[in-house]
T-cell receptor, first 115, second 115 residues
Framework: GAVVSQHPSWVICKSGTSVKIECRSL??????MFWYRQFPKQSLMLMAT?????????EQGVEKDKFLINHASLTLSTLTVTSAHPEDSSFYIC???????????FGDGTRLSIL | DQQVKQNSPSLSVQEGRISILNCDYT??????FLWYKKYPAEGPTFLIS?????DKNEDGRFTVFLNKSAKHLSLHIVPSQPGDSAVYFC??????????????FGQGTILTVHP
């Protein structure tokens, strides 16, 4: 149980394109999901906390207008990278908590490459 | 400011021997710690966790030790197997947080287990 699915797994697109990444909890409901970003050989950095039915909470330094987060249901959160540029190329990962005192489970990530 | 630190970027161990991965933290408000294992281009997989009220938690070949006074935790893998080769991330959650809390990750340690 506790499967988190992320789609797509790999995206290559031109600069200026907007890219949407989906994160789904397949067998549980997640009122809160988290979006992380990882640069090569670096740690996972939390970008934002996605709350079902309300606005996302962004970490300091993360542009809200650049990284749009929507948590429309208890099983789906989306991250849209708007007008993506090469510096946005990275590995994006989402996670969700099953419940109290249970570890967060992660999706398999999305590798975004902007040309 | 790196609040969770894994000072060893890599560790090489012979199969069958013990692997010890270390993690230090600076934020005394952290009260729940987790270890994740990650393969390239995949999301992290939860391994084991420990609450700050404990000093040891064991699950099969994996044992996590917590020294609160030293703000230090370690992951022991014994016996180590070649399949354990991966990047290991230490993560922490702030006080009052549950699994819904924001994870702060260390930089990761690349473990290589030689046959």
């Amino acid at each position: 149980g506790a499967v988190v699915s992320q789609h797509p797994s790999w995206v290559i697109c031109k600069s200026g394109t907007s890219v949407k990444i989906e994160c789904r909890s397949l067998d549980f409901q997640a009122t809160t999901m988290f979006w992380y970003r990882q640069f090569p050989k670096q740690s996972l950095m939390l970008m934002a906390t996605s709350n079902e039915g309300s606005k996302a909470t962004y970490e300091q330094g993360v542009e809200k207008d650049k990284f749009l987060i929507n948590h429309a249901s208890l099983t789906l959160s989306t991250l849209t990278v708007t007008s993506a540029h090469p510096e946005d190329s990275s590995f994006y990962i989402c996670s969700a908590g099953v419940g109290t005192d249970q570890p967060q489970h992660f999706g398999d990530g999305t590798r975004l490459s902007i040309l | 400011d790196q609040q969770v630190k894994q000072n060893s970027p890599s560790l090489s161990v012979q199969e069958g021997r013990i692997s010890i991965l270390n993690c230090d933290y600076t934020n005394s408000m952290f009260d729940y710690f987790l270890w994740y294992k990650k393969y390239p281009a995949e999301g992290p997989t939860f391994l084991i966790s420990i609450s700050s009220i404990k000093d040891k938690n064991e699950d099969g070949r994996f044992t996590v030790f917590l020294n609160k006074s030293a703000k230090h935790l370690s992951l022991h893998i014994v016996p180590s197997q070649p399949g354990d080769s991966a990047v290991y991330f230490c993560a922490a959650i702030g006080a009052g947080g549950t699994s819904y809390g924001k994870l702060t990750f260390g930089q990761g340690t690349i473990l290589t287990v030689h046959p």
